[in-house]
Every structure is written in structure tokens, then in C-alpha cells.
């Protein structure tokens, strides 16, 4: 590892997406006084009697909206959430008075079971089992979209770990339909819409083409000491013939990583089969790495896709959908949540270093 690597950095970095959002990068935290990380105990056990996740206990969920594959034993099924967050039938509406606002809680909440085995981790899963897995939640997405125009938004995430905010330890995902679009999605696609109005190019294609081909040296203006060196390839982790996984410049988690598709693409809904069994084999070993960095990841990752509707319908060219996966190792401390200003204690260019040395 470089000199420049090991050196202290204190630094805000702007995220390019959304400038709004920013992050401090500040390794010498890192050195501080701290209890050490409790690991959470692996359960390796396939199947558990007591989980209503596990094959054989369907009677302990609410009734199957579907399954894959179509004919035989499942190895993916979906349920709908037996508490969900939103309600799938429409209350008294919106309610406004004075300043106060209050949208309508409607929509849809289901959870996708991964798994038929009780204790998979993501990267234990077969390429072709997590390609099926995205393609049950793109065709989940498509079902929803097409079943009410009232939803404006599909979200697929999934919460692994307790520090994740994952309840039942037998791995799921879920997908959550609602009357708005999140605002974090539709800063993205603002920010996004206006660079390309500006500069003619999708600002995601932009960050890709950094990644795979910039490089620079800056120098001190009095000393002539390097004082940073990107290298080209400098925040690549993972990289297929359609797909790359890079760790942010601005990095909100200190291990978070971004899977995104090469070519322009600006709807998930559009990935067609053979792009997903690629980009399975992208995560699969973007999940290894931070598994094996980590001794044990838990995480929360999201699909961020183009929204659907009228006022969406021009950022084809501008939006590019991705895969956020953020590693939680650390819970927000009050100049966190008071400032709204992450922090990290690893630098990116570290993480990514330390991503990339493990041997697959």
C-alpha cells in the first residue's frame, strides 16, 4: 500500500450524486478508545422447525403470492409482511391542516424468503440461485407497478444481521410499494437530471469511466510533495464483462459499495436475464470480499431504479439504476444525527485496497 494510503485524512468529501449529502473521513478516529465489536454467532444449521421461513413450516406464514421455480420444491417464495409498514387498502386519504401534512399510509409490503436453507449467506448461494433471486424481484417490481397507478415507487431491500436491522435470522429480502417516491431516490434523480442538462452525459457513466480511467498526482505548491495520488482502478472492487462494484469517493458506510451496470441502463425493470446471471457472479464476490474483511458482514443493500410516471418519464437518458450495498459496523453518534454528516473512520481508498486483496 502507498505512502498517501497510510496517512492520516481528514476530509469532507461532497457526494457528486447528491451534493447535499456529505461525508467526513476521519481515520484518526479510528484510533480511539473503543469496546471491541461483539461477532454474531453463525447458525449453520439448514433447517430450524421453529423458523416459518424454513421449507416444511409454510403454514406459519401468511398464504404464498408466489414462488420459483413455478413447478416443484421452492427455493425462493414470497409472502406477504405479517406486519407490514404500509396497508394495502385505501384509508379516509390525506389529511392537511395548518402546516401539518399526512399522506395516506397505503400501499404494499411483502417479504421474498431468499432461501430454503436457514443459514445461507448471499455469497454461499449459487450464481444461478442469486440470479433467480433478482429476477423474482424484478418481475415482483413489474407486477406491482402494472397492479395500481397509485404506487409511485418499488423498493427492494434487504436487512442482514441485527445490526442491520434483520428480525429473523433466516435470510430474506423485501420489497415495499408506496404512494411516494423516497427522498433519497428522488434527489438522485434530480441531481442526475440536471447534470445531464448541463453537461449532455449521465453523471453514473461519468463516475464509472473515472473509475476504470482516471488517474492523477497533485502535488504541493510550495514543497512539490505528492499529496494524492488516484490511481486508475483505485476504487474498483469487483468487475464482469457487464457489470462494475465500486467503493464511493464519498462513502456514507466505511465498507459501502456500489454495483452498477456498464452500459447506460436507467430501469432496472429493463435487465434482461442474461445480464442478471452476470451481474450475480458480480455480487457473489463483492458479498465474499466484504464477508471475509469483516469476519461476518452485516449489512442492508437496495435497489435504486428510475421511478415510474409522467414526471420520471424524461430521465432515461440522465438516471442509472444500482445496487447499494452498506455494511453496518458502527451506529450514528449524536454528531452524526445532528449534523446529518456521515462519518467515517477508514478512508475509502483503504477499504477498497483491503476489498481487493482478498483471495477469492
Not at 172 to 185: C, G, K, L, M
Not at 216 to 243: C, L, M, N, P, W
Request: proline content about 6%; some cysteine; aromatic content about 8%.
Amino acid at each position: 500500500m502507498s505512502e498517501s494510503n497510510t496517512k492520516i485524512v481528514r476530509e469532507i468529501r461532497i457526494n457528486p450524486i447528491v451534493p447535499t449529502e456529505s461525508v467526513l473521513v476521519a481515520t484518526a478516529r479510528g484510533m480511539r478508545p473503543r469496546k471491541a465489536e461483539e461477532r454474531v454467532a453463525r447458525d449453520d444449521r439448514l433447517h430450524v422447525e421453529t423458523c416459518p421461513f424454513c421449507r416444511g413450516n409454510e403454514d406459519k406464514t401468511p398464504p404464498v403470492i408466489a414462488h420459483w421455480p413455478a413447478e416443484g420444491d421452492w427455493e425462493i417464495r414470497m409472502v406477504e409482511n405479517l406486519y407490514p409498514v404500509l396497508g394495502s387498502n385505501p384509508g379516509d386519504g390525506n389529511v392537511n391542516f395548518g402546516l401539518q401534512q399526512a399522506i395516506e399510509g397505503y400501499g404494499r409490503h411483502e417479504v421474498i424468503i431468499d432461501h430454503h436453507h436457514h443459514s445461507v449467506r448471499l455469497h454461499e448461494m449459487s450464481e444461478q440461485h442469486i440470479a433467480m433471486l433478482f429476477g423474482a424481484y424484478r418481475e415482483r417490481m413489474e407486477q406491482l407497478y402494472a397492479s395500481d397507478n397509485r404506487l409511485k415507487y418499488v423498493l427492494v431491500f434487504k436487512n442482514y444481521g441485527p445490526a442491520a436491522g434483520g428480525s429473523i435470522p433466516h435470510t430474506h429480502s423485501q420489497i415495499i410499494a408506496t404512494p411516494v417516491v423516497p427522498q433519497n431516490v428522488h434527489d438522485e434523480v434530480e441531481n442526475s437530471r440536471r447534470h445531464h442538462q448541463k453537461y449532455g452525459q449521465c453523471i453514473f457513466c461519468a463516475l464509472i469511466d473515472e473509475a476504470l480511467s482516471y488517474e492523477a498526482t497533485i502535488y504541493d505548491r510550495k514543497s512539490g510533495e505528492i499529496k494524492r495520488k488516484i490511481d486508475v482502478g483505485q476504487y474498483v472492487i469487483e468487475r464482469s464483462e457487464h457489470f462494475v462494484a465500486i467503493k464511493p469517493f464519498a462513502s456514507r458506510y466505511e465498507w459501502e459499495v456500489h454495483i452498477l451496470p456498464l452500459e447506460h441502463a436507467p430501469d432496472y425493470l429493463q435487465a434482461a436475464p442474461e445480464l442478471l446471471t452476470d451481474f450475480a457472479g458480480v455480487l457473489k464476490r463483492t458479498m465474499a470480499r466484504l464477508d471475509a474483511v469483516l469476519e461476518g458482514a452485516q449489512y442492508n443493500y437496495f435497489i435504486h431504479s428510475q421511478p415510474h410516471g409522467e414526471a420520471f418519464a424524461d430521465c432515461g437518458k440522465s438516471y442509472h439504476w444500482h445496487l447499494e450495498i452498506c455494511p453496518r459496523t458502527t451506529i450514528p453518534t449524536g454528531f452524526e444525527l445532528g449534523s446529518g454528516l456521515f462519518v467515517s473512520t477508514i478512508s475509502p481508498e483503504d477499504a477498497a485496497a483491503k476489498l481487493r486483496e482478498v483471495v477469492l
